[in-house]
């Protein structure tokens, strides 16, 4: 055979093994349920990615028409870059006390402004129920390639891949870190949030891998691609013969680059199961979600297949509700009724008690579930478990040695 012939009879060999992915496929490989080792290996991922903001620095600030301040802040988050920050203190703010932070995590991908500050308002709600208005420091996160929007004093844009969801995650987890590191009056033990729709998804992200943050609320969030209607979705993108989908990072940009061959199945899946926070929500403490039967953009079988996978949990969240709205859309507005049962979770997650040491499932006390919980996940090399005690990301003695100290409190 020629050179010629060869190079030809190569060439020929890969199109016609990249073509044999595209058209009418069985995708069910792709879909099966994830396996321990899958979700230990998305696991040890996120263990070393862990982000830290820097250079912490103030570059707006205004009073909203109550009289509270409000700030843009600009950070770094390696390795998404410049990345900014809404934050709103309190009425009255003294830097001598401590405020519970509440993150305020938005839906779409179009920015986020301070008008958010008064959807929580309206949501938290004022009046005779003991917990509203009560004074906390509100938090919004843009998303990496999105904009913080003040109006007046223009736009400030986030630097970083457009990526969707996962790597979004990264940078809330390092906003945590530079509220915490840079506002003393942030209570350190009081850091909660709520996010709706792909904030929602964010949110879930947030509470399995960061331990800092003990309670959430997730408004029609996506949770959980490893399910029938993704693999239609994903079977019909082939019968297509392509994919026309911008930037990365979307569970569809995986399936489409499986499709051409350019992505493994291994490492096809170990992107869906980023994902698909739900699979990972027993390393989550407190959680309430909030889901419209008729929503026609997030299926309420994703929060329906989180309440399985959250019943499943060992040990059990400290706190789990899952709320239905039979006439809810994609709007929080639609969800009627979910007001008094938001305040209520927020009322709780404002009083939550302090951290005992070694109680992992904040049950309130140290005892043999959480022994139990630390020796199953004894080795584990991760900094998303629970049961990771000191967060020096391994499952390890010292962590029994915390565990013991705390033993009976």
């Known amino acids: 055979m020629t050179g010629t012939a060869c190079a030809l009879s190569i060439s020929l060999s890969i199109s016609l093994v990249a073509s044999l992915a595209w058209g009418q496929v069985d995708l069910s490989e792709v879909f099966a349920p994830p396996s321990e080792a899958e979700r230990a290996a998305v696991r040890a991922e996120w263990a070393a990615r862990f ?67 008064t959807s929580y308002d309206s949501m938290a709600g004022t009046g005779s129920d003991p917990c509203s208005g009560r004074d906390a420091i509100l938090v919004a996160p843009s998303y990496r390639c ?62 399995a891998r960061d331990h800092r943050v003990r309670a959430g609320v997730n ?7 490893f399910q029938s209607s993704s693999q239609t979705e994903a079977e019909g993108l082939a019968a297509a013969g392509g994919c026309d989908l911008p930037g990365s990072g979307s569970w569809r940009r995986s399936i489409c680059d499986y499709l051409d061959g350019s992505l493994s199945l291994e490492n096809t899946r170990r992107d869906l199961l980023r994902h698909s926070r739900g699979h990972f929500v027993d390393q ?26 959250a019943a499943a949990a060992s040990p059990p969240l400290a706190t789990f509700h899952y709320f239905e709205y039979p006439t809810g859309v994609h709007s929080i507005a639609s969800l009627t009724g979910y007001q008094p049962r938001f305040r209520a979770f927020m009322c709780a997650a404002f009083s939550m008690p302090a951290t005992r ?17 630390l020796l199953t996940a004894w080795g584990t090399i991760t900094a998303t478990h629970r049961a990771d005690l000191d967060g020096n990301h391994t499952v390890d003695a010292t962590d ?10």
């Open 51 to 117: 982000p830290t903001g820097a250079n912490w620095q103030v570059v707006a600030q205004g009073m909203d028409s109550a009289g509270r301040t409000v700030q843009v802040v600009r950070h770094n988050i390696q390795p998404s870059g410049i990345h900014y920050v809404a934050v709103r203190y309190p009425t009255s703010f003294d830097p001598q006390s401590t405020y519970p932070v509440v993150l305020c995590l938005h839906g779409g991908n179009d920015g986020v402004s301070p008008a958010i500050f």
């Open 146 to 207: 999105e904009p913080v929007i003040t109006g007046q004093q223009g736009s400030f844009v986030s630097t970083g891949d457009c990526t969707i969801e996962d790597y979004e995650v990264d940078d809330v987890i390092g906003t945590v870190s530079g509220v915490l590191a840079n506002i003393p009056a942030a209570d350190e033990e009081h850091v909660l949030g709520w996010g709706m729709s792909h904030g929602g998804g964010v949110l879930l992200g947030v509470l």
């Open 219 to 225: 408004f029609y969030g996506p949770a959980d691609v």
């Open 284 to 309: 989550v403490t407190r959680l309430d979600v909030h889901h419209g039967t008729v929503d026609p953009t997030v299926d309420v079988v994703q929060s329906r297949l989180l309440a399985e996978h």
């Open 357 to 373: 040491p070694g109680d992992i499932n904040e049950d309130g006390s140290t005892d043999s579930l959480d022994m139990t919980v």
């Open 400 to 409: 029994l040695a915390i565990l013991l100290g705390g033993w009976g409190m």
